[in-house]
């Protein structure tokens, strides 16, 4: 009976592994002044790596006073990493200079998650100048993932900091695809599976002077896991062990 009960215990613990297959959410609009008031913050230590930036946002390098730009902030939630990194394209095509841009995290002391109020994350492509703090023309912010996830939510914040003040009719661009721009973006039938995931200013034309595009910042993604093979192997293994537990029980011989 010891040797059922251990097998039981082993494939229960093995199957569960599977099921809790990781499922994170980051919050990059949950940001106060300088990361207080129970803000969501990088893994890294803070000014290690990157800096506290102009009037309390998070940069990944400090455009204040610094004469380079780049870096990153990494956001780590049930084990999976986000890795945020910025961009700037100054041709708006696939022959156009692409070169490094600051990601920060803009904060807002009004921040409410219930009432869509807040900021998130964007992108810096001019030294010293801390007025375009979010993604804008010729410039991406992207994700690395350390696994692959697939993107199930993605949450988006305007220039305002809350979901109402977008240009009607405007786009993005999700992985090169336009997706039009709102608080919560519709995702349709397509899955973003992977580990980079790039969130674009749309610099095609509406009609002359006029883009596409609107700024916003990305205030928040959930993404799930993908298990690993090692996972399944734990999952199918776990079946085999319940299979032969079952085996092993003694029939119910007793009279009705």
Not at 189 to 204: A, E, K, L, M, P
Request: charged share 15%; with cysteine.
């Amino acid at each position: 009976m010891k040797t059922d009960r251990l097998i039981v215990f082993m494939a229960l613990f093995s199957t569960a592994a599977f099921a809790s297959a990781a499922t994170a959410t980051y919050d990059f609009s949950n940001l106060k002044a300088n990361g207080s008031g129970g803000s969501f913050l990088p893994s890294e230590t803070l000014n290690a790596g990157y800096w506290k930036c102009t009037s309390g946002d998070l940069c990944s390098s400090n455009i204040d006073h610094s004469d380079t730009l780049g870096g990153d902030l990494k956001y780590t939630v049930n084990g999976i990493t986000a890795t945020a990194t910025g961009s700037y394209n100054d041709g708006f095509s696939s022959g156009g200079l692409s070169t490094v841009a600051s990601v920060v995290q803009d904060h807002e002391d009004n921040y409410s998650a219930h009432n869509k109020i807040g900021a998130g994350l964007g992108v810096y492509h001019k030294i010293g100048d801390t007025s375009d703090d979010n993604v804008t023309v010729g410039e991406t912010l992207k994700l690395t993932f350390s696994k692959v996830v697939t993107l199930s939510a993605i949450s988006l914040r305007s220039d305002g900091h809350n979901t109402t003040n977008f240009a009607a009719g405007s786009t993005f661009l999700l992985n090169g695809s336009p997706l039009k721009l709102a608080g919560t973006p519709y995702l349709g039938d397509h899955q973003y599976t992977g580990t980079v995931f790039t969130f674009t200013f749309d610099n095609s034309l509406r009609h002359k002077g006029t883009y596409n595009g609107d700024q916003f910042y990305l205030g928040g993604v959930t993404v799930s896991a993908i298990p690993e093979n090692d996972t399944w192997a734990m999952m199918v293994g776990g079946l085999g062990l319940l299979a032969i537990a079952a085996r092993r029980r003694p029939a119910d011989t007793r009279l009705g």
